[in-house]
């Protein structure tokens, strides 16, 4: 396994490290919440930050499929960071009620205050939250919804 350090993050910083990044941000409930990190079932897969993760019955994480299921949990820190890249584990937010803001969504639905949220693999490559159908598990509800964002509460086990 080799590691590298991105040029755009060494001095001269490449980036504005004051634009806010949405891909998550925990907007109340971090101070209570359940951080825990699981190994990568692959080494090669790519959990970014925002995205959920899936615990197998190995208790490593996985990508979401298309099927939804209720052992599906926020990725706070994920493959995008240095440190998860180097230890190959991810952090979860685990069976923990908080308030989420994040542009990792399925942009293609349409979301209403209350709707019910799942999360799924639709084919982009990233687990992301989208509109619950039927009988599929219940993991956050919407507080807000914006044109670049989601805001929503995650729900234990609902």
């Given at each position: 396994m080799s590691v590298g350090i991105s040029d755009i993050r060494t001095v001269p910083v490449g980036e504005d490290l004051t634009a806010e990044d949405l891909r998550l941000q925990v907007v109340r409930g971090l101070e209570q919440?359940?951080?825990?990190?699981?190994?990568?079932?692959?080494?090669?897969?790519?959990?970014?930050?925002?995205?959920?993760?899936?615990?197998?019955?190995?208790?490593?994480a996985v990508r979401a499929s298309s099927t939804p299921v209720g052992q599906t949990y926020p990725v706070f820190s994920g493959t995008d960071r240095f440190d998860a890249r180097a230890t190959g584990n991810v952090t979860l937010l685990l069976a923990s009620n908080v308030v989420i803001k994040s542009s990792v969504f399925d942009d293609t639905a349409t979301y209403a205050v209350g709707s019910y949220l799942t999360v799924k693999d639709l084919g982009g490559g990233e687990s992301k939250v989208t509109l619950r159908s039927g009988s599929e598990p219940r993991l956050a509800r919407v507080l807000e919804v914006a044109s670049t964002y989601l805001v929503y509460e995650t729900l234990q086990g609902v």
């Open positions: 919440a359940k951080r825990a990190d699981y190994p990568l079932a692959d080494l090669s897969t790519v959990l970014l930050t925002g995205e959920w993760a899936v615990l197998n019955a190995s208790s490593q």
